[in-house]
């Protein structure tokens, strides 16, 4: 069977069986364009229309499609790592990272800052420790240094008053 291409510059020639009468996709070795193929013979030929009455008289019994086992995959176990990935010797031979004992002296030996809020906690502890101690030995102060009666009772009037004001803005709101 000899065949064109679709451009119409090259011929080939196939062997009769290799195109089925419902075609093929072929391709042009020259060009590279594709294109479907019948045989050439089955394009001349027309059937007649009693038979295709026949056929379409006829209803096709039609098959159950059959459907596909799916395959399981096999998960391998997988093996614990006999390296530990963050150990000194693996590091320094993947990474060239070298750690030696100077690092958790460091960490041992240095200091912890205590932290802003810890202090102002801290803070506030001590002073409310140091007005009550100053309340409960307000006689005792003051029998023995008597000029600091007018001092020691404006600052727990002052006191005072800041309580109440705490109180009156929180209820308040």
């Known amino acids: 069977m000899i065949i064109t291409c679709n451009c119409g510059l090259k011929k080939f020639s196939l062997p009769d069986n290799s195109i089925p009468a419902a075609g093929r996709m072929v391709q042009c070795g020259s060009c590279g364009l594709k294109w479907k193929q019948f045989p050439v013979n089955e394009i001349n030929k027309t059937e007649p229309i009693s038979n ?3 056929i379409a008289s006829k ?6 499609k059959i459907k596909k086992v799916k395959k399981v995959k096999k998960t391998a176990v997988r093996k614990s790592r006999e390296i530990d990935l963050y150990s000194p010797e693996y590091l320094a031979k993947k990474h060239g990272i070298k750690l030696n004992a ?11 800052s205590f932290g802003f809020y810890n202090f102002l906690i801290l803070l506030i ?49």
Request: hydrophobic share 45%; charged share 25%; no cysteine.
């Open 102 to 112: 100077d690092v958790e002296k460091i960490k041992v030996d240095e200091k912890v």
């Open 59 to 64: 209803p096709k019994q039609v098959q159950p």
């Open 52 to 54: 295709i009455e026949k």
């Open 125 to 173: 502890v001590i002073t409310i420790a140091l007005a009550r101690s100053l309340f409960f030995f307000q006689d005792f102060i003051i029998q023995y240094f008597p000029f600091s009666e007018y001092y020691l009772n404006y600052l727990f009037e002052s006191i005072r008053n800041m309580f109440e004001i705490w109180k009156n803005l929180i209820s308040n709101y």
